[in-house]
C-alpha cells in the first residue's frame, strides 16, 4: 500500500500555539466549503471547519454550532460511503 500525499497546513491555537494538520478533503455544502483537517501530533483528532474567502485570502472559521458541525460531518460521512476511494 503507498503512502498518500495530504496537504499540510499550520494553524494557530488559542494559545498562540502553531499546530499541524493534514488537509483530509475539501468539500462544498449549503453554498460554503468546508475543510475536514487531521491533527499530525495526534492522528485521532480530525476537525471540521468552514473555508471563509475574503479579498485577503482564505481563513478556516470554527464551527460553534453543535448541530451544523455534526450535519456537515454526517453529509461528509454519507457522501464517502456513497463514493468509495479505490
Given amino acids: ?48 471547519m468552514q473555508v471563509e474567502n475574503t479579498d485577503n485570502g482564505q481563513y478556516l472559521k470554527g464551527i460553534n454550532d453543535p448541530s451544523e458541525r455534526d450535519m456537515v460531518l454526517d453529509a461528509y460521512e454519507i457522501a464517502v460511503d456513497a463514493n468509495p476511494a479505490d
Avoid: C, H, P, W
Fill in 1 to 48: 500500500m503507498s503512502d498518500v500525499y495530504r496537504d499540510k497546513i499550520v494553524v494557530l491555537d488559542e494559545n498562540g500555539d502553531e499546530k499541524e494538520f493534514s488537509i483530509e478533503a475539501l468539500f462544498d455544502m449549503k453554498d460554503k466549503t468546508f475543510a475536514l483537517l487531521r491533527s499530525e501530533q495526534d492522528q485521532n483528532n480530525t476537525f471540521v
